[in-house]
């Protein structure tokens, strides 16, 4: 495992591309780059540049709600304002649904963060535009967590919450036997927006109970023959892909306790009896958390960065074959 310094608390890291990788392929701003939420139009279509590299932007404390550009980053001048500008909605021709926010440093570039992955040659309908609340932190995104309550399944096959776990808990992973656990994360949002959890009820996927995670946390399924398209027979599926309102629904009322593991290694570990991913320590996923488990995380493991696990991500554009796969072995 290669060690790659994290920055120290409470700074944070982004991984964004310029607007310019995003342009209009078909619509009323024909061939313009991603631009204000004012100046954009609903129904043109965006496509990603094939070259298009990830730039890394580093974040400065807060001060009086405002985050700046911090010293070491790949853009921006250190000290200038870094100002989210709003949260997009695109569509592509498949119905799968992708957010990007929409930010721009003071006195420099526009520049977007993809909330999942996006496809050079694919068209990207806007559908939504959002205009971010005023002072809103990037922190504010995505939480690659379980719900309180979710069961884990221990080393002797025990069966314990999530909210119980404690450092050093020997936990079962499907790559690599049992394993201690390293550090256990936990935050309360309100569950709306991006920090609404997804409920993927009982019996969908083989769950013994509902399986409350971030509509981002992944799914490890396997299939008996490699799907067209997929570059292994080992997938990992974002739990928003699962939303039909039958199988799995958004809750959006209320608030979430939510709870995140890290391990040694990026595990595979069973939640409610379903191969679900620990949570990986790197730049892009760190940023993504709530504050106050991406500060303390920070703190605890500073050089603590983790390989994906070698499975290959599905988007929604799969899915109906790998749950027919799944219910036809699910009802011999």
């Keep these: 495992m290669t060690a790659l310094m994290l920055p120290a608390s409470p700074a944070q890291v982004c991984l964004l591309l310029r607007a310019e990788d995003i342009y209009v392929s078909h619509g009323v701003n024909l061939g313009d780059p991603i631009d204000a939420p004012e100046a954009v139009e609903l129904g043109d279509s965006y496509e990603l540049e094939e070259d298009a590299a990830p730039l890394r932007l580093v974040l400065s404390a807060p001060d009086e709600g405002m985050q ?9 001048q250190p000290g200038a304002k870094v100002i989210l500008e709003g949260t997009y909605t695109l569509m592509s021709d498949d119905g799968d649904r992708v957010q990007l926010l929409v930010l721009h440093i003071e006195g420099g570039e526009r520049l977007v963060l993809p909330l999942s992955p996006l496809a050079p040659h694919n068209p990207y309908t806007l559908i939504c535009v959002e205009k971010a609340q005023k002072n809103r932190q990037l922190a504010d995104l995505i939480c ?74 992944r799914i490890f399924l396997y299939q008996r023959q490699k799907i067209a398209g ?33 391990f040694d290694r990026h595990e595979i570990i069973y939640a409610e009896g379903v191969p679900v991913e620990s949570l990986m320590v790197c730049d892009a996923t760190v940023q993504r958390l709530a504050p106050e488990i991406a500060d303390a995380l920070r703190v605890q493991f500073p050089e603590l960065t983790h390989n994906p696990h070698f499975g290959t991500e599905a988007g929604r554009q799969y899915l109906d074959q790998i749950v027919q796969d799944l219910d036809s072995r699910h009802t011999r």
């Design 68 to 76: 700046t550009v911090g010293p070491g980053s790949e853009i921006g």
């Design 144 to 217: 690659l967590s379980f719900g309180r309550g979710t069961m884990i399944t221990m080393a002797s096959g025990e069966q314990r919450a999530i909210e119980h776990l404690r450092p050093s808990d020997r936990i079962l992973t499907r790559d690599h036997g049992v394993q201690d656990l390293r550090w256990v994360g936990q935050a309360r949002m309100k569950a709306a927006a991006a920090f609404a959890p997804v409920v993927i009820v009982a019996g969908a996927l083989g769950n013994s109970g509902d399986l409350v995670v971030g509509q981002h946390h």
């Design 230 to 262: 997929l570059s292994t027979s080992e997938v990992l599926v974002q739990a928003r892909h699962f939303v039909d309102g039958t199988r799995a629904y958004l809750r959006e009322t209320g608030y979430i306790d939510y709870f995140s593991l890290i």
